[in-house]
């Protein structure tokens, strides 16, 4: 079955990363053990980590002992500056579907679209990584 509302790849793993790394705020951890414990390519692991760092949504450190944490402020952190993080600000208006049909105002959807993009904004920028990442448990 398919879901309505889809977020890039990308996305996904920039939040279920952000998630992963809120759960071991003790210690350094690999791109290697994110891949594994995500069941991700650890390349595009890697694109996304390098994302996250440049927001500072996560704090890397090089090296042999070195590995990513999540920044200290991540239990207030908004799920909107993760996506935004990735995928760029994001733009009111613009219909979500991007479909050849879909020219400005000529989308059949229209105010159907707008509200449930709407709602998901929301939904990102009331949403805390706190909040998300409470009901995340890899590997059940």
């Known amino acids: 079955m398919s879901n309505f509302i889809r ?5 996904s793993i920039g ?5 992963y790394l809120s759960q071991h705020t003790d210690r350094l951890v690999s791109s290697h ?22 927001s500072g949504i996560v704090q890397s ?11 200290p402020e991540w239990e207030k952190m908004k799920l ?3 996506f935004e993080a990735i995928e760029g600000p994001l733009t009111p208006g613009r219909c979500f ?6 020219k400005g105002n000529r989308c059949a959807l229209g105010t159907l ?9 929301k939904c990102l920028a009331d949403t805390t990584l ?6 995340f448990h890899p590997g059940e």
């Open 7 to 11: 977020i890039s790849e990308a996305a």
């Open 15 to 19: 939040f279920h990363t952000a998630a």
């Open 33 to 54: 053990e994110i891949a594994k414990a995500l069941g991700v390519s650890e390349h595009h692991l890697s694109k996304v980590l390098q994302r996250l760092a440049h």
């Open 61 to 71: 450190t090089r090296g042999p002992n070195g590995g990513f944490r999540i920044c």
């Open 80 to 82: 909107v500056r993760v």
């Open 97 to 102: 579907l991007s479909l050849p049909a879909c």
């Open 113 to 121: 679209v707008h509200k449930a993009d709407d709602l998901m904004r």
């Open 130 to 135: 706190a909040e998300m990442a409470k009901d």
